[in-house]
């Protein structure tokens, strides 16, 4: 369903709301593709985004969070897109409608595609600078500015607890029909370990780090190829550079989504490419620690998703959105299949 005009109209101040489209491929938020026309005649588009609240508990800590960001990248000398939330004409980054669901407005980069499936090696090492860029501006903003967007996101002993319990409960029924897959992730239990091992004694330095470094979070301009900007920075947060270079891997290096069934391949030049991007850019601040173990973040996120997309299963589907009713299980499946997989 499309948002009410008036949603449009609380970020437009005096401009004319012409089209809203859907747009995006996300899991969470609900985001449209908004033209319209300024007082002077000129068209243009903005995202409009209404925010998961199930996800997103606190709106005002995410908007806080990309707030913080956007302030800090302005003042360096990070050569990307800026997602600036467009403020209301009363100076806040959100809309509340009268459903209480909580909109944001963001720039759109026209001209530019994210390059979500089977990106070339060229498109991969483009989007892996990307993702260094941004890290990189970000290493000189202190982790305590931001606060958490999600609590334990990438916390392997919570996520593996959550995975326990939802075995344990098995609320939807489903655990028989799942024990050859809840049995392959039991045998990653020593990765979540080794994961939570480096944190818990501070072998790994606490980083703003973007969360969610998915191919499909990266824009790529359609004229020159080249990195136009690093988008959805809901899940910025203090984290480990482990878990973005982990997401890279994982959504750049498969033969195809994470949601279709089969075996997956991996794509060796893509991943090469990945690798030359990200360090080309981030090696220098990164400490030896943070590149001994990159690769052992690859498979950890990569066995993190296979957990979440099988959590979310057995606990009946309330966190992802699902178009039938497998939907999950084949999710888990994909990333089993792709962590058999990687040369990592
Ligand atoms: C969710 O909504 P989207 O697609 O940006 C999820 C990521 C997962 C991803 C898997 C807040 O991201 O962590 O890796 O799905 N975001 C959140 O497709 O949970
Ligand atoms: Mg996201």
Known sequence: MLPEPQIARAFLGSAEALRIQPCGSGNINDTYLLTFQTPAGEEQQCILQRLNQRVFAQPNVVMHNIQAAAEHLQNTDYPLGILTPILTPDGNTLYQDAQQNHWRAFPYFAQSYAPERLPTPDEA???ARAYGLFL?????????????TIPYFHDPRHRWAAFEAAVERNLAGRVAQCKAEIARICEQQTTFEAIARLKETGQLPVRIAHNDTKAGNVLLSLETGKAVAVIDWDTLMPGTVLSDFGDMVRTFVPDGYEDEPGD???RLPAL??????FLEIVQEVLTLVEHQHLRLGARWIVAEQALRF?????????YYKIRYPEHNLVRARNQLSLLKKLPL
């Open 136 to 148: 990189k501006a970000l290493a000189s903003c202190p982790a305590e500015t931001m606060q958490e």
């Open 125 to 127: 090492y483009e989007a």
């Open 272 to 277: 090469q490419a990945l690798e030359e991007g």
């Open 310 to 318: 099988l959590t979310d299963y057995l606990n009946g589907d309330i």
């Open 264 to 266: 997956v391949q991996v």
